[in-house]
Structures are given as C-alpha cells and as structure tokens.
C-alpha cells in the first residue's frame, strides 16, 4: 500500500473520546505506517435521533470503497425498543462481512508473568443477534420468540479463523464453547462443526498440534474465574462470546483495556470490546487505551507489524508505571493525560 485511509466512526457517548485518541496514537507512527489520511464518518444513536437513520448510507459506501480499514468507537443502543431504530455496529458487522470478531485479553498490570493471555474468537454475523424477534398474545399473555441461528458456514469460517489463531499460539490449545447439552441442535451444530475443522481437505494436517477441550458455557466463565491460565483460545457462538469478553475483560482490570477487532475477508475494523459508558461520558475520564490497542490489532491484521508493536508496548509501559491511568485502573488521570502519556512512550 501507498497510502493507508482508515474510517472513523466515533458514534455514542466515550467513542467520542476514545477515537480520537486512538487516532493521535496512530499519527504518532510516522512512517513506520505509509501516508495515512483519515475519514470520519457519522453513525449511532444521537445521529438516530437527529436524521433517523443510525447508519446513513454514505457511511457504508465510504467504508466499502474509500477505506482500507475502520476504528468504530460505540453506540448508545438504548434498551427499550425504538421504532425504526437498530444498532449500526451490529449492522456494520454484517454489511462488511465482519464475521470473526477477535478479543485478546491478557493481563499486564506490574511485572508478574501475565496470569491471562487469551483470545476470545467470537462468531460475528448470526446467534440471537440476526434480531428476529416476534411478540404474540397467547394464554399466557404476552409470548415474545427469538430465533437464534447458526449455520455451518459461519460456525465452519470462525472455526477456521480460531484453529489458524491457536496454531500460532505457543500453547496451541483451544476451548470450544457452547451449551450443547440444553441446545443441541443449534449449539451441536456449532460444536460439531468447529471441531471437524481439523478434518477439513485443504486443512492438511496443519491442526494436528492444536489441543482441542470443549467446555459449556456457564462452568467456562466459573473457570475463567477460577482459572483464566487453563484458556488459550476461546471459540464462541456471537451471544456467549460477547458475554465471555466482557467476563475476562474484569479479570484484567477494566473494560477499558480491551480491545478487539472486526475482521472479514476484505476488510477490518478495530473497536473497544467496551460501549459507550453512559456513566462516565463526557468527563474526559474515559480510559483510551482499549482503542489504541484496538489501533494496534487493526494495523497488525493489516500487516504493520512495527508500528503495531510500537503502539503495544507502548500501552504496556504506561500500564505498568502505573502513574498515569484513568480512574477505572485506580488512577486519577484524564483521557488527555494517559494520551499524552502514551504518545511519548511511542
Ligand atoms: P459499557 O461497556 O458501556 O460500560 C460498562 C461499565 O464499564 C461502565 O461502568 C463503564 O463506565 C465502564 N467502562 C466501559 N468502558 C470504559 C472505559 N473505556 N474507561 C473506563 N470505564 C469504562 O456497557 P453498558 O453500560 O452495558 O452499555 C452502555 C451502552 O453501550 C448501551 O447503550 C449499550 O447498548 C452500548 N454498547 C455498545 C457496544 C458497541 O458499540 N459495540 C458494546 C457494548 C455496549
Ligand atoms: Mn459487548
């Protein structure tokens, strides 16, 4: 590449904050990137209630044909339904044909060998989160259905994706995660699927070294409790993988350290795993750092590996100081100051 055109789409509540964060620390690379221009591009709940639309067109169409790849910060979806509303990531998600989702979470607080270090590879297209959903009047008054879906392809491409990830991890282990015993047809099918990924032709054997555990999804979140070292990677369906993320992200300090991206055979799109933080928004205490690994994850799927690791270690260090962090890591610092703190560790 020449030139490098990432979107940004800041959104709701702390993305405001955060993006633009992420976006100075990628400035800071210099040219360990090539020339980098950036797009911002309007989505979310306040941009819904403004022009009743939360994902405008033009935004997607930029994506599709300007951009090489996307920070999205995050959306207020409220939790009552509002008609004609529905959450632009969730679309985003679709529309891209984001379908794997990638959560590393490790924990790197003092110098202790880190106790975590895991990725939640999280199914990104289908699960309960095709929201298809029905309300019906019954004997039993109101009777609200959803339809949750899983099919081979998605649950065979996110296998593929985990099994490639563990194969170029140095324990190689992966848990599958499902709840088969209840759900067997929908949640049998994403298991039998992910662990038949091994067999497949064009596999060749590669797989042959990754361990392979299965573990349900209630007791696999006790365990990541009890003990989050037994995780390598984690395969999930959309709905538990979100949960399980969310989960391993308090067993490292805060949301705001994790970072993810949306990934698909053409395109990337970094994001907090965190939202929009309605509590804390616009105090400028919101905690960047989950956004400029977000950066980091993107530019390192794009192949940037320097300026990635530059961006990681980076974060890293600060964390470890421990003298400049927001208030989420026991700190007292403002977003601006942990940015300022990056920046000159980059
Ligand atoms: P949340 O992640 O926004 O917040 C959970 C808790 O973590 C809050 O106490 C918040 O203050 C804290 N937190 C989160 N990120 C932080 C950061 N960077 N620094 C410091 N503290 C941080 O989850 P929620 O409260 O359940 O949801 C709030 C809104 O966000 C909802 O409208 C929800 O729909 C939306 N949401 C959006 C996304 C997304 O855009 N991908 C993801 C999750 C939630
Ligand atoms: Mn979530």
Known sequence: RKSLTIGLIPADGIGREVIPAAKQAILALGSDLPKTEFVELLAGFEYFKRTGTALPDETVEILKYDCDCALFGAVSSPSKKVVGYSSPIVALRKELDLYANIRPVISVRGNEKPSVDLVVVRENTECLYIKQEELTVGPNGKEARATRLITERASRRIGQIAFELA???????????????????TDGLFRETVRAVPLLPEVNGRYNDVTVMEQLVDSAVYRLFREPQIFDVMVAPNLYGDIISDAA?????????????????????????????????????????????????????????????RLDIAVDQVIREGQVLTPDLGGKSKTEEVVEAVLKKI
């Open 167 to 185: 194969s170029k991890r140095p324990r190689k282990h992966l848990t599958v995660i499902h709840k088969s015993n209840v759900l067997s047809v």
């Open 249 to 309: 992200a308090a067993l490292v300090g805060s949301l705001g350290l994790v970072p993810s991206i949306n990934a698909g055979d053409d395109f990337v799109m970094g994001e907090p795993v965190h939202g929009s933080a309605p509590d804390i928004a616009g105090q400028s205490i919101a905690n960047p750092l989950a956004s400029i690994r977000s950066a980091a994850l993107m530019l390192r799927h794009l192949g940037y590996t320097k300026g990635a690791d």
